[in-house]
């Protein structure tokens, strides 16, 4: 049974950080990527950031580049977001997701749709 849990997410101010964790469990394969999405009120789901979890090979939406940077840490089984100089719009919930790399890869990474495995949301709020 594939649990993840995200946990991290607070209320904070205009150009604070923040980081994110994932703990993973239940299926840990090295051929997986680990996604970060989020969800706004109102809007879709959206891609944040991906990474391969075994070469450790990141990808990023234009909008977070610069600021948000994922990691992993294999012998936790852990994935990171760390986020930096939050803004207001950066204020939802988000989710950590796991899916095979090939299955993932196939539908784009950054397509939620190529991710079977999902956390239950860790909420950010960005306000003054």
């Known amino acids: 049974q594939v649990q993840l849990v995200e946990s991290g997410g607070d209320l904070v101010q205009p150009g604070d950080s923040l980081r994110l964790s994932c703990a993973a469990s239940?299926?840990?394969?090295?051929?997986?990527?680990m996604g970060w999405f989020r969800q706004a009120a109102g809007k879709e789901r959206a891609f944040v950031a991906g990474?391969?979890?075994?070469?450790?090979?990141?990808w990023y939406a234009d909008s977070v580049k610069g600021r948000l940077t994922i990691s992993r840490d294999t012998a936790k089984n852990t994935v990171y977001l760390q986020m930096n100089s939050l803004k207001p719009e950066d204020t939802a919930l988000y989710y950590c997701?796991?899916?095979?790399?090939?299955?993932?890869?196939?539908?784009?990474?950054?397509?939620?749709?190529?991710?079977?495995?999902w956390g239950q949301g860790t909420k950010v709020t960005v306000s003054s």
């Open positions: 239940g299926r840990t394969f090295s051929s997986d990527i």
């Open positions: 990474i391969h979890w075994s070469s450790g090979r990141t």
């Open positions: 997701a796991q899916g095979d790399a090939l299955a993932v890869q196939a539908r784009g990474v950054m397509a939620h749709t190529g991710y079977p495995y």
